[in-house]
């Protein structure tokens, strides 16, 4: 009777100690690791998308001052769109060719939006828009978000990367993980992370147009 009560105590004790056992070699690192890239990815879309959503808004804002720089203006809609239209989830992170896809498509748009920005220099009267002077801040607000998030994304990817390839966790990564790729990284491009800037200088040359039509309502 002893023998069996014993047994009984063993066996649950024995599957705890493994448990902790395999805790202590890293067994749930790769898991662990790969949630945190994931919720980083997740910030980095979610700023994308602020930033998506922001630029219609701009867009109406500035063409009621300058509906002559119809060529950026139609740009900055295209760019948007071929940004939006890209398709990408959480398999993403492991796909290099897709991953280069999102990112060359935020950057085109990032170029474009800066130089909308540019041309404001231009146009006074809208320059002291309340509606517009909202949406810069906000804007460059987002911007600011993209660059830390997309650093918040590459620094727990590196981290994620180095456990899949070394020791002791690289065992767990050829065999009970061995379905786990490698997160890719956001290439560290100028154009990328530097967020578009507006002087106010009104001093800056320029011409405002004919007549300014009145901003829209936010």
């Not at 066996?11 to 898991?31: D, F, Q, R």
């Not at 290099?96 to 990112?103: D, G, N, V």
């Not at 106010?200 to 009145?214: C, K, L, R």
Request: aromatic fraction near 6%; include cysteine.
């Amino acid at each position: 009777m002893r023998r069996i009560l014993s047994r009984r105590l063993l066996l649950p004790l024995a599957g705890l100690v493994a448990a902790v056992s395999l805790a202590g070699c890293g067994v749930n690192t790769i898991p662990t690791q790969d949630e945190q890239v994931k919720a980083q990815w997740a910030e980095v879309q979610n700023q994308y998308q602020r930033r998506a959503d922001l630029i219609p808004n701009l867009v109406n804002t500035v063409k009621g001052y300058a509906a002559q720089e119809e060529r950026v203006l139609t740009e900055v809609t295209q760019a948007r769109a071929s940004a939006t239209q890209v398709q990408v989830d959480a398999s993403t992170i492991a796909d290099p060719a897709s991953f280069e896809r999102f990112q060359a498509a935020q950057d085109q748009l990032s170029g474009v939006l800066g130089r909308l920005l540019s041309i404001t220099e231009n146009y006074p009267d809208l320059k002291s828009n309340a509606n517009f002077l909202a949406l810069q801040s906000q804007l460059e607000g987002t911007e600011n978000r993209i660059v830390i998030a997309r650093r918040d994304y590459n620094e727990a990817a590196r981290v994620y990367n180095t456990t899949l390839r070394t020791f002791p966790s690289v065992i767990w990564a050829k065999t009970l993980y061995a379905s786990q790729k490698p997160a890719t990284l956001f290439a560290a491009t100028t154009a990328a992370q530097t967020a578009p800037t507006v002087s106010f200088d009104t001093s800056t040359p320029g011409s405002a147009p004919p007549s300014a039509a009145p901003a829209p309502r936010p």
